[in-house]
């Protein structure tokens, strides 16, 4: 076997080729963004051809300058938001991966634990966020379990799922080859799990931020936080509109921020092998 | 007769591996084999050929010790056992499909069984390297399973068996999926590296011509309950270069294993 199948040769090299192609990459950035243009256009437009009030509807340039003129007081309360999103994702992917890593090696405790998952999933966050308020006495340790409650499920469920879907075949590779648990966990269900854990990670990212901002409507209200959703309601009871946009605005750019970062992480973990991630020409 | 010699010869008396009676029912109440008798000698190349259902691949399954024997036993009289009393034979499965995790490089997927028995990683990949330039496709190293064809893989799975230079090398319908071409030159290139390395070969196949290419004895099953209904010896030396697949001989031999593979079926219709 020393010449290599020449056939063979002409499928790999045209592979790698169409795994290279970058081009017809400028429609999908393009196009996004000139929809959003014309969307700002037409919204000035009508805004100052019916007169509209700022208090009722501020035109997308005051929303800009106000995010610069309050900038002081809106890049603190967005830092205290993204940290507390943040933290809560990463408790979620460690105590996620840790559970589902668990369930996989017992399948009592799986048995037992799960429905008490599902339940803490399905219990509308808004509806335990003022007990949890209550129980903790720090304000941003009870913010991150609200946030911490609603990232934990995708993450768990989805990585559990993937932890089981080893191919029947490599499993018995494995086991053939005498691996320990230990081994067939690192080597084999864990890189199996990925696709699946990093589609819930994608999920939990978004869920984290929602958390946040769901959990500061709640303890906001006693006034003792200052995030980004804490500034939403103290400009709608000052009628201070256009600045209740300005944070609504950065809010939405921190869910795109996290959902770009997460994409990126995704892209760059499954490029070489999976599906999902990879470009096929026909 | 040297002392040695005779110590050698005696040596490749006993067999690699002996199935006395080995049955297996599955829990559905499916009787996969009945009361299986085989020999299987240090360094053949035997092929177990019979149609579907017959418990070919089951019988593998008992060999490699995935699965375990409802009655009888499978022994390795020339291998070492464990502390509790399981046979190490030093052995490697092919699947039929290439089993390649796609995650790893061609070179890791090969490297894998010496990770998992705990060889450092220089050594492995060395070794790695060794067993894909032995298959064919020195240079693939770094490729993933996803840029290789079908032949390609094959060859890296192949790769991956040999890489722990084991005794005895078990094949499930390995080429079954692959077209005519790459079948019939991995089928050579196989010969090769068995004439090579001399290790044992047993090769599930439902295919005539490719069991009396490849093999020395071909055992015929039959289905339902999976059984030994031939055992035939094809005594013809190797090296068998392709031009063997137009002899006369070969096609004698094709005739003759087609008759015990008919006689195998038609055992089953008997049944029905």
């Known amino acids: 076997m020393n010449k290599a199948a020449g056939d063979d040769l002409a499928v790999d090299v045209s592979a790698r080729e169409s795994n290279a192609v970058t081009a017809s990459r400028w429609p999908r950035i393009l196009a996004p963004i000139a929809l959003g243009v014309a969307f700002l256009l037409l919204w000035t437009a009508i805004v100052r051809v019916k007169g509209i009030q700022p208090y009722i509807l501020p035109e997308p340039l005051l929303i800009a300058r106000t995010l610069v003129s309050d900038w002081h007081t809106l890049s603190g309360s967005l830092w205290i938001t993204l940290s507390i999103s943040l933290a809560a994702l990463c408790a979620a992917v460690v105590l996620g991966l840790l559970f589902s890593i668990l369930f996989t090696q017992s399948k009592w405790l799986e048995l037992s634990l799960f429905p008490y998952a599902i339940v803490l999933q399905v219990t509308p966050i808004v509806a335990i966020a003022p007990l949890i308020i209550i129980w903790a006495d720090n304000v941003t340790v009870s913010l991150l379990i609200c946030a911490w409650l609603v990232a934990f499920f995708p993450i768990l469920s989805n990585t559990t799922l993937g932890l089981n879907s080893s191919d029947h075949n490599h499993v018995n590779l494995f086991r053939l080859y005498r691996a320990s648990r230990w081994q067939t966990l690192w080597n084999l269900h864990l890189p199996t799990a990925m696709p699946y854990f990093l589609g819930g990670l994608r999920i939990s990212g978004g869920l984290s931020l929602i958390g946040a901002v769901v959990a500061e409507f709640v303890a906001g209200t006693g006034g003792s936080a200052s995030g980004l959703a804490y500034r939403i309601l103290e400009s709608g009871y000052r009628l201070q509109i256009p600045r209740m946009f300005a944070a609504l605005t950065l809010v939405s750019l921190c869910g795109i921020a996290i959902f770009a970062c997460l994409t990126l992480v995704s892209h760059l973990a499954l490029r070489r092998w999976h599906e999902s991630a990879l470009r096929t020409e026909n | ?272």
């Open chain 2, 1 to 272: 007769m040297p002392d040695a010699a005779l110590a050698s010869a005696l040596r490749s008396d006993k067999p690699l591996l002996t199935c006395r009676g080995v049955s297996k029912r599955f829990s559905n109440g499916t009787l996969a084999l009945k009361d299986v008798d085989l020999r299987v000698g240090q360094g053949e190349f035997l092929s177990l050929l019979g149609p579907s259902g017959c418990g070919k691949s089951t019988l593998l399954k008992l060999v490699s010790g995935l699965a375990l024997p409802s009655s009888g036993e499978i022994d390795w009289p020339t291998s070492e056992y464990d502390s509790h009393g399981n046979a190490r034979p030093h052995l490697s499965f092919v699947f039929q499909e290439p089993t390649l995790l796609p995650w790893a490089s061609a070179a890791a997927n090969v490297a894998l069984p010496l990770k998992l028995a705990g060889m450092g990683k220089p050594e492995r990949l060395s070794r790695a390297g060794e067993a894909l330039d032995s298959v064919g496709l020195a240079g693939f190293e770094s490729a993933y399973p996803r840029e290789l064809s079908g032949g390609m893989k094959m060859r890296v799975s192949i790769a991956r068996a040999l890489v722990t230079r084991p005794r005895i090398l078990l094949m499930d319908e390995p080429f079954a999926a692959l077209d005519e071409i790459t079948r019939s030159r991995l089928n050579d290139d196989l010969l090769q590296l068995w004439r090579r390395e001399r290790f044992t070969v047993i090769f599930v196949t439902h295919s005539v011509y490719e069991s009396v290419f490849l093999s020395q004895r071909i055992v015929v099953m039959a289905a339902r309950p999976g059984r030994v209904s031939a055992d035939l010896c094809v005594d013809e030396p190797y090296p068998r270069p392709s031009s063997y697949r137009t002899t006369p001989v070969y096609a004698a031999h094709c005739q003759r294993s087609s008759t015990a593979l008919e006689v195998a079926m038609g055992d089953v219709q008997g049944h029905v």
